[in-house]
């Protein structure tokens, strides 16, 4: 079935009409649930090929049709009325608040009374891979207006791009512009730009709808330097603070996660989650971008949401036999999961439907990007190919991987520790906390990285580690080449700060459930771009004593 639906025009030389194509279909009058499939066009029927995200810098870079039509199908989408359950505004509160029913899934009793998104457990990599995919294929529908055949082919191969954080950590150009100039159906086209910010329709905001926050700016924000709510300099100063740590956690993640509950989420004791990296991206861009409740509103989150999935989908490729959860575990309760209800792979992804429309997208039908009609630029040879020879693919995702996150001096040489790897292991439970906070680690003056915490969930432990190595290759030789010295040095120097919100400190040791372990890792090479490095036994050299580190930083 095809539906015309209006568009809100964003200028007077747009089309204010347009064809949808099938991948989303809502019946509005019936309120049929909205079933997400992924996109269908572009798909090459010989091979199965499917078209790529890009990285949102080259796809910039590209310009032409696809560039065009993706600002453009942003534009229409944020400008499409908030009431209306396929806006910008509706897909965005799904994540957070305003707390309301979607898709005719409404909250459950003994549910959080929080968002649908599964922060902090296990479901949270599966959780957004259909919440992105619906996303895509909405704001596909608003990208086929063009005539032109060059338009034509780039409506039928769009799919959203996804920021690498972890390999550029600096804010993309593209969304650091107020307004932005694309090629429109009648020559050049200049808009408010949509990827610098939402601008709400209702304002003030609706105290029922977004309790405490009533007093928000009249568009999401991120870093301020106090006089705007917009400061690309705090912003990028923030990111190039942790750029270091995102690279080093990313890396940390594909070479010693062993399961999905591991890769997945910083609930799993071996803190070596993608769900860690992700929060430090969330708060050094800070601004509403940092508050949960919202943060969805900001374009940037699909952007960096789909990097997440990006990160999911390469960890997939070389594990090829652990794509979906391995444990069952026991929810804290979410929007519509009651607390205590156990979660396996099998249990649904809500507020996401099936094809079918009947039943959820569960840990299984979300295990493969694939399933949802797209690939990445580090997967589509194998997509031209086919699957046949998964090793073979392992290993030039490997190699990719090696590329793009194994850690580097500043020259771009390769670093190898000298056989084993120190991290300080940080553990708490976060009803301990005024949420959202940092948890930072310093080793004397020098900040060795982070565990951030979100504003949900308020409960549950929470698990991370923090990589030492470029901290130590900045000791003096002689320290770096005796182990014991080291370890040390380590216990000596080692600090920690927890900072709210606000910018005010809380005293570390009154925080009871906060414990840090400096653990060693021994680790071997072996001197193959395509293989990961080989980690050894874990030895727990001591819990921290926990100090608070006089520092205005973080």
């Not at 998964?390 to 056989?419: A, M, T, W």
């Not at 923090?466 to 005796?482: E, F, H, Y």
Request: proline content about 6%.
């Amino acid at each position: 079935m095809s539906i015309v639906r209006r568009l809100i025009p964003w200028a007077a030389c747009v089309s204010t009409t347009a064809v949808l194509t099938p991948q989303v279909q809502l019946d509005v009058q019936a309120q049929q649930p909205i079933p997400v499939t992924g996109m269908t066009t572009g798909i090459n029927n010989r091979t199965g090929e499917r078209p790529a995200r890009w990285e949102i810098n080259a796809l910039q870079a590209e310009g032409g049709p696809r560039w065009d039509l993706y600002i453009q199908a942003l534009a229409a989408l944020q400008n499409k009325t908030e009431a209306d359950e396929l806006s910008h505004f509706s897909i965005s509160g799904i994540h957070g608040m305003p707390y309301a029913p979607f898709n005719g899934v409404g909250p459950v009793s003994g549910g959080s009374g929080g968002g649908f998104c599964p922060h902090g457990e296990t479901q949270f990599a599966a959780w957004h891979r259909p919440y992105v995919a619906l996303y895509e294929s909405i704001a596909s529908e608003y990208s086929g207006h063009q005539n032109a055949s060059a338009y034509r082919e780039a409506g039928q191969i769009f799919r959203l791009p996804y920021w690498d954080w972890a390999s550029n950590a600096e804010l993309p150009p593209s969304c650091a512009q107020e307004s932005i100039t694309v090629r429109g159906p009648h020559g050049p086209l200049t808009l408010r730009n949509p990827l610098y910010s939402y601008r709400w329709q209702s304002y003030p905001l609706n105290e029922t709808q977004f309790p405490g926050l009533e007093n928000s700016p009249a568009e999401t924000t991120r870093a301020s330097d106090g006089k705007s709510d917009f400061s690309l300099d705090v912003v990028n100063a923030n990111l190039a603070l942790v750029a270091n740590q995102l690279k080093d956690l990313v890396y940390r993640t594909f070479t010693y996660a062993e399961n999905f509950d591991e890769m997945s989420s910083m609930a799993d004791p071996a803190g070596v989650s993608f769900e860690a990296s992700h929060n430090v991206v969330h708060n050094a861009v800070g601004g509403s971008f940092a508050t949960v409740e919202i943060t969805a509103f900001d374009s940037l989150f699909m952007l960096h949401h789909a990097n997440l999935d990006r990160l999911a989908a390469l960890w997939m490729a070389v594990h090829s036999n652990a794509t979906y959860q391995s444990q069952s575990y026991v929810s804290n309760g979410l929007y519509a999961t009651a607390r205590g209800e156990t979660v396996t792979a099998e249990s649904p992804l809500k507020p996401f439907y099936n094809a079918d429309g009947r039943t959820f997208h569960t840990g299984l039908s979300a295990a493969t990007p694939e399933s949802f009609g797209y690939t990445y630029p580090e997967l589509k040879k194998w997509e031209e190919r086919g699957d046949s020879d998964k090793d073979q693919r392992r290993k030039d995702v490997v190699s990719r991987i090696n590329d793009l996150y194994s850690p580097k001096n500043d020259d771009g040489v390769g670093v190898r520790p000298l056989g084993e790897e120190w991290f300080v292991q940080v553990a708490v439970n976060r009803s301990e906390l005024e949420l959202p906070c940092n948890i930072n680690i310093y080793v004397g003056e020098t900040f060795a990285g982070r565990m951030t915490l979100l504003g949900m969930p308020m409960h549950g432990l929470a698990h991370t580690e923090i990589p030492l190595q470029r901290v130590i290759r900045g000791l003096d030789a002689n320290t770096t080449a005796d182990r014991t010295a080291v370890e040390r040095v380590l216990l000596d120097r080692l600090r920690v700060e927890v900072k709210k919100e606000s910018g005010t400190s809380i005293e570390a040791k009154n925080i009871h459930s906060l414990e840090l372990s400096l653990i060693a890792t021994n680790v071997t090479y072996s001197g193959s771009r395509s293989e990961f490095p080989k980690y050894g036994n874990r030895a727990s050299h001591a819990k921290v004593v926990l100090e608070e580190v006089p520092n205005d930083g973080g």
